[in-house]
């Protein structure tokens, strides 16, 4: 079975304060994304990953950086959190080169900015 | 822009009743299709993935796909309370590489004893 992991179940943090959400997965896939899930907006992709040190923008990239040095690990990093960043934040991972790109998700991380 | 719209819901079925949700989307070319059960507080979950017109069946889950209406749907059968969730639709688009989804807003379903 695929095993996607998150960091962090919740997370509370500070206006201003760097945030590094991490993300690990064991099935050696070579994609791996980034959402964040809020009531009513459904779920955006911030940033997505296609190999180590290799990425993408989503629809919603501003306020966030990623990094992946390792293919088994995909990191979010909100560089000066903000109030408005506060979500559900999920991390997905796919196999690449198939015709069926199923995604699967980690359990997220919930995100409180005060 | 790329779409994938679902019924609106919320949608509420009696227990053992047949529970339908529905999904189109925009972009003729799209190849794959997905749908996911998400639990309140819960991560997103797939239970169904399906890529070539026609039904497909798993357990009391059946995915429909008609390429040429653009339009996929989910049947639960023989509905029961932990059905309870949100149902979200996901669609991989033709041209998409490194398997990118476009997901729609969600169905939330209830099902009541």
């Known amino acids: 079975d695929v095993k996607v992991t998150q960091s962090s179940r919740y997370l509370v943090k500070r206006t201003g304060e760097k945030v590094f959400l991490e993300c690990v997965q064991d099935m050696d896939h070579e994609n791996m994304f980034w959402y964040r899930q809020d009531p009513g907006l459904g779920l955006r992709l911030i940033y997505f990953s296609y190999d180590v040190k290799m990425k993408e923008k989503g629809d919603i990239p501003e306020g966030y950086s990623v990094s992946r040095e390792k293919k088994e690990r995909f990191s979010l990093i909100l560089e000066s959190a903000s109030t408005n960043q506060t979500s559900m934040y999920l991390c997905a991972s796919t196999e690449s080169g198939r015709y069926t790109y199923e995604q699967y998700f980690g359990p997220g991380t919930r995100l409180t900015v005060t | 822009q790329k779409e994938v719209e679902q019924n609106s819901g919320p949608l509420s079925v009696p227990e053992g009743a047949i529970a339908s949700l529905n999904c189109t989307y925009s972009?003729?070319?799209?190849?794959?299709f997905f749908w996911y059960r998400q639990y309140s507080g819960k991560s997103p979950e797939l239970i169904m993935s399906i890529y070539s017109n026609g039904d497909k069946e798993d357990g009391r889950f059946t995915a429909q796909l008609n390429k040429a209406s653009q339009y996929v749907s989910l049947l639960i059968r023989d509905s029961q309370p932990s059905d309870s969730a949100t149902y979200l639709c996901?669609?991989?688009?033709?041209?998409?590489?490194?398997?990118?989804?476009?997901f729609g807003q969600g169905t939330i379903l209830t099902v009541h004893p």
């Open positions: 972009d003729r070319g799209s190849q794959s």
């Open positions: 996901a669609v991989r688009a033709g041209g998409t590489s490194y398997g990118k989804l476009t």
